[in-house]
């Protein structure tokens, strides 16, 4: 395939990179996310490979490729022409679309020979038809996921109904290392510089079973949604910033500290030009949260402007803070961490909101597909009836993720 010039990765990119760079053979896997589409009634499975590969050749995302034989200095391509859409159909009557997800998603994909997705045809005995679609994070976030997904039924209902072709992370890396996108990353690394400075080094007892041990814990709660939904409109912050403000005093009262340095998810879709673009623009942010075991109701307007003013410093070159963090370990190590997910309406949100979920609040562990991240990570889901957190935490244990979690919920009660 004839290939566009090579250049470097988009900061969303290397922030990508550098969480996998170092995985062993057994974990490669692990960056990659799977997701389950509805497909209108009667489409037949050649509309739906014309329209991926109508989607390869709008988004460069979907047909790049990546030279990482220097791992201090990725760069991308892009192929000009698209490969051969490869859709195979499952069995009829075989396993159901979801374990056929995840069984995908366990393939690891070799970036600088294919393309960073792969699709598969499933239908179930009333003939209606599924795409599973799994993609490499590095490919798309959460919410380019999600614009994948309109677009591709747009285009089987519509066929010629997309642009040829939208921006793409080698567009958005030449921005990036532009003078403006230059500043603003001496700015993210002098906000990394300030709050490392002036950080306490809080951490969560080790209270797990093993060493390393990862615990995932995920609690689903109807009440606890309304429960945030009306404390925010009280507060005058955002459900994320409510939920934040209880899993931040949890935390800081296991950690005996009212001063916590949290890392936050900062999507950096604010620009019109870049809302959409297919590619991974998630990276993580630090704020310090003073106050940590105050009253909620003031903690919640402390966590909710200080999570404003971090995500203004969202674009940072990882590399820049990877030498940072290995000067100063200690004083940038997060407490914890926290991703209130942010997605247009659909595929995951709408899943959990079309799911018959627990009215009454419920607490599950579950085997984690993926231990990358910071050590006690929370991820919350506002899906229109019930709030989801899930727990993702090293060296805590059960017993103690658990408490965290029904804390964060009774508290959020409480406080409403």
Known sequence: MQSIDAGPLSLGQLSVWHDIRELPPS??????????????????????????????????????????????????????????????????????AEDQARVLAGEPFDLGREDGWRARLVGDASGSQRLVFVKHHILADAWAQEVLRRELLREITAPGSLRATAPGPLHLAAEQHEPTGLRRQRAALEHWERLGSRAPAARLPDSGDAPGEVVQATLRSAPALAAARAFAGRAG????????????????????SDALLVHLMSANRFAGRWKDVVTSMNQWVPTLVEGARADLTSLAGAVHWNSLRAVR????????????????????????????????????????????????????????????????????????????VRLTARDVGRAECAALLWELHDALLTTA
């Open 27 to 96: 974990r490669r896997h692990e960056p990659n996310n799977a997701a389950v589409w509805d497909l209108p009634p009667g489409t037949a499975p050649d509309a739906v490979r014309a329209a991926l590969a109508c989607l390869a050749r709008r988004h460069p995302s979907l047909r790049t490729r990546y030279d990482l034989r220097d791992p201090d200095a990725p760069r991308q391509w892009v192929a000009e022409e698209t490969a051969p859409v490869v859709l195979p159909a499952a069995p009829a009557g075989g396993a159901p």
């Open 237 to 256: 912050v955002s459900v994320a910033s409510a939920v934040m403000a209880a899993y931040v005093r949890a935390v800081a009262r296991r950690c005996g």
């Open 313 to 388: 410093h969202g674009m940072s070159d990882v590399t820049a803070v990877a030498a940072l963090r290995t000067r100063a370990p200690q004083a940038l190590e997060p407490a914890c961490a926290f991703n209130h997910v942010a997605a247009p309406p659909g595929d995951e949100a709408r899943a959990a909101a079309d799911s018959e979920g627990p009215a009454e609040p419920a607490l599950s562990f579950e085997t984690p597909f993926t231990t990358i991240g910071p050590r006690c990570y929370a991820r919350s889901l506002e899906d229109g009836q019930v709030l989801t």
